[in-house]
C-alpha cells in the first residue's frame, strides 16, 4: 500500500516519524496508523513534542512548495523516513555517497536514470534538517521561509557527514563553564541568567529552530538566539542515554 504524499497529515503519522528519527519500538496500533492502546509505547510522547512536528510539516511544506512533483526524490512520508533511515545507517557517509545510496533505495517513485543536482540538493537538505535542526544547503539554495540566516557552512558532495557536524561543533574547553568544581562556575552561571541579560544588559531572546545558533548574538540588534525545541534534544538524550559512548557524531546518529 502506498505511503501517504507529502502534502497529507493526520495525527497517526508523528509515531512513525519518532520511529524514523530515533528508533521508537512502537506498538501494534501505532504501527497500524491507529489510537495508541500501549501505556509504554513511545507514541505517547508525540504530545510532548508539538513544537518539533510544527516544524516538521512547515519543512515537508516548504519542500513541497518549491519543488514540483516530477521533480522531488521525495514523494511521500515514507520515502522521507526511508532516506532518513539510509543517513542514519551510515553517517561517515559523505554527500555524494548519500545520493547514491538514496536512489538504490526503493521508494514510491519509479526509478529515474538522472536527477537534476538541485532536485538531490533539495531533498538532502529536507532529510539532514529533520534529523538534526541543522540547515545544511549552500547559503543562495536555503529558503527564509522558516528563519532568515547569515553565513554558513555546508555539506559538500565529498565531505563525510559526521566530519560536516564535528566541523559545525568543534570541541573546545572553555576557561570556567568545562570545569565542574571551578569555584567561578556558580557566579558565572548565575550572571547568565535571561532575567539578568534583558534587566542589566538590555538584550532580547529569539527563539530559533537551527542548532548552530544557539546563543548566537546580534550586536547590531542586542538579539541572543535561544534554541526553543527542548522536547526534541530530549527524546535524542533518551535515545543515547544506554549507547555507551555517544560524543561522537557517528555514535549519536547511527542507534
Same mark, same amino acid.
Not at 521508537?24 to 495508541?36: D, N, P, Q, Y
Not at 515514507?78 to 521508494?107: H, M, N
Not at 530530549?234 to 547511527?254: M, N, V
Given at each position: 500500500?502506498?505511503?501517504?504524499?507529502?502534502?497529507?497529515?493526520?495525527?497517526?503519522?508523528?509515531?512513525?516519524?519518532?520511529?524514523?528519527?530515533?528508533?521508537?519500538?512502537?506498538?501494534?496500533?501505532?504501527?497500524?496508523?491507529?489510537?495508541?492502546?500501549?501505556?509504554?509505547?513511545?507514541?505517547?510522547?508525540?504530545?510532548?513534542?508539538?513544537?518539533?512536528?510544527?516544524?516538521?510539516?512547515?519543512?515537508?511544506?516548504?519542500?513541497?512548495?518549491?519543488?514540483?512533483?516530477?521533480?522531488?526524490?521525495?514523494?511521500?512520508?515514507?520515502?522521507?523516513?526511508?532516506?532518513?533511515?539510509?543517513?542514519?545507517?551510515?553517517?561517515?557517509?559523505?554527500?555524494?555517497?548519500?545520493?547514491?545510496?538514496?536512489?538504490?533505495?526503493?521508494?514510491?517513485?519509479?526509478?529515474?536514470?538522472?536527477?537534476?543536482?538541485?532536485?538531490?540538493?533539495?531533498?538532502?537538505?529536507?532529510?539532514?534538517?529533520?534529523?538534526?535542526?541543522?540547515?545544511?544547503?549552500?547559503?543562495?539554495?536555503? @529558503?527564509?521561509?522558516?528563519?532568515?540566516?547569515?553565513?554558513?557552512? @555546508?555539506?559538500?558532495?565529498?565531505?563525510?557527514?559526521?566530519?560536516?557536524?564535528?566541523?559545525?561543533?568543534?570541541?573546545?574547553?572553555?576557561?570556567?563553564? @568545562?570545569?565542574?568544581?571551578?569555584?567561578?562556575?556558580?557566579?558565572?552561571? @548565575?550572571?547568565?541568567?535571561?532575567?539578568?541579560?534583558?534587566?542589566?544588559?538590555?538584550?532580547?531572546?529569539?527563539?530559533?529552530?537551527?542548532?548552530?545558533?544557539?546563543?548566537?548574538?546580534?550586536?547590531?540588534?542586542?538579539?541572543?538566539?535561544?534554541?526553543?525545541?527542548?522536547?526534541?534534544?530530549?527524546?535524542?538524550?533518551?535515545?543515547?542515554?544506554?549507547?555507551?559512548?555517544?560524543?561522537?557524531?557517528?555514535?549519536?546518529?547511527?542507534?
Amino acid at each position: 500500500m502506498p505511503g501517504k504524499h507529502l502534502e497529507e497529515f493526520d495525527q497517526y503519522l508523528f509515531p512513525r516519524v519518532g520511529q524514523a528519527l530515533w528508533s521508537w519500538k512502537l506498538c501494534t496500533a501505532c504501527e497500524g496508523a491507529k489510537a495508541c492502546i500501549t501505556d509504554s509505547c513511545p507514541g505517547r510522547r508525540v504530545v510532548r513534542l508539538q513544537r518539533y512536528l510544527q516544524f516538521y510539516k512547515a519543512v515537508v511544506m516548504t519542500y513541497v512548495e518549491d519543488i514540483s512533483e516530477k521533480d522531488r526524490v521525495l514523494k511521500t512520508h515514507e520515502d522521507l523516513w526511508k532516506a532518513i533511515r539510509v543517513l542514519r545507517s551510515d553517517p561517515d557517509t559523505t554527500r555524494a555517497g548519500f545520493y547514491q545510496t538514496l536512489l538504490s533505495t526503493e521508494t514510491s517513485i519509479p526509478p529515474k536514470s538522472t536527477w537534476n543536482q538541485p532536485d538531490l540538493d533539495s531533498a538532502t537538505t529536507v532529510v539532514v534538517k529533520l534529523l538534526t535542526m541543522i540547515d545544511s544547503s549552500a547559503l543562495h539554495r536555503s @529558503s527564509d521561509r522558516l528563519e532568515k540566516g547569515s553565513s554558513r557552512i @555546508s555539506w559538500t558532495d565529498d565531505v563525510p557527514f559526521s566530519k560536516y557536524l564535528q566541523d559545525l561543533f568543534p570541541t573546545e574547553n572553555h576557561p570556567v563553564l @568545562s570545569y565542574p568544581t571551578n569555584d567561578l562556575l556558580l557566579d558565572m552561571k @548565575s550572571e547568565l541568567k535571561a532575567i539578568k541579560l534583558k534587566k542589566r544588559l538590555g538584550i532580547s531572546l529569539r527563539p530559533t529552530h537551527d542548532l548552530r545558533n544557539h546563543l548566537r548574538l546580534d550586536r547590531k540588534s542586542n538579539t541572543l538566539e535561544i534554541y526553543h525545541h527542548t522536547g526534541f534534544l530530549k527524546e535524542q538524550l533518551r535515545a543515547t542515554k544506554e549507547h555507551g559512548d555517544w560524543s561522537s557524531p557517528s555514535a549519536s546518529i547511527k542507534l
